[in-house]
């Protein structure tokens, strides 16, 4: 996280040192597996102390198709392809997200030679 930065929306300033840690854990709940946990400290010079917060995921027994809206903010690189992510290069060419990311499958795209 390279400064000037805020903690949150509140607008509080992270220290100008840039030596700002967040450390996340995230694991079900060995009780319910239908829960998943997300615990999320974060260490910074301009708090008082590590702050963590603990937020709480359930899984819903019955899903059902949901459309999820995408950000679409102008000039976003993010392209979702058979449900996978990958980034538009600044050239405008498709480029894996992850290392080891395999190429979508083009069978559908018109591919005209070059």
Request: glycine fraction near 6%; aromatic fraction near 8%; charge should be positive.
């Given at each position: 996280?390279?400064?000037?930065?805020?903690?949150?929306?509140?607008?509080?300033?992270?220290?100008?040192?840039?030596?700002?840690?967040?450390?996340?854990?995230?694991?079900?709940?060995?009780?319910?597996?239908?829960?998943?946990?997300n615990e999320i400290t974060t260490i910074d010079n301009?708090?008082?102390?590590?702050?963590?917060?603990?937020?709480?995921?359930?899984?819903?027994?019955?899903?059902?198709?949901?459309?999820?809206?995408?950000?679409?903010?102008?000039?976003?690189?993010?392209?979702?392809?058979?449900?996978?992510?990958?980034?538009?290069?600044?050239?405008?060419?498709?480029?894996?997200?992850?290392?080891?990311?395999?190429?979508?499958?083009?069978?559908?795209?018109?591919?005209?030679?070059?």
């Open positions: 996280m390279k400064g000037p930065r805020t903690y949150d929306t509140s607008g509080l300033p992270l220290h100008a040192d840039n030596k700002t840690v967040v450390k996340e854990k995230i694991y079900l709940d060995p009780a319910d597996r239908m829960v998943m946990w301009a708090l008082t102390g590590p702050w963590t917060v603990k937020k709480k995921y359930v899984r819903d027994p019955n899903p059902r198709h949901n459309w999820i809206e995408e950000v679409c903010a102008e000039n976003n690189p993010h392209v979702r392809v058979q449900n996978d992510n990958y980034m538009l290069s600044a050239d405008g060419l498709l480029m894996p997200s992850r290392k080891g990311q395999q190429p979508p499958d083009l069978k559908y795209f018109n591919q005209s030679g070059k």
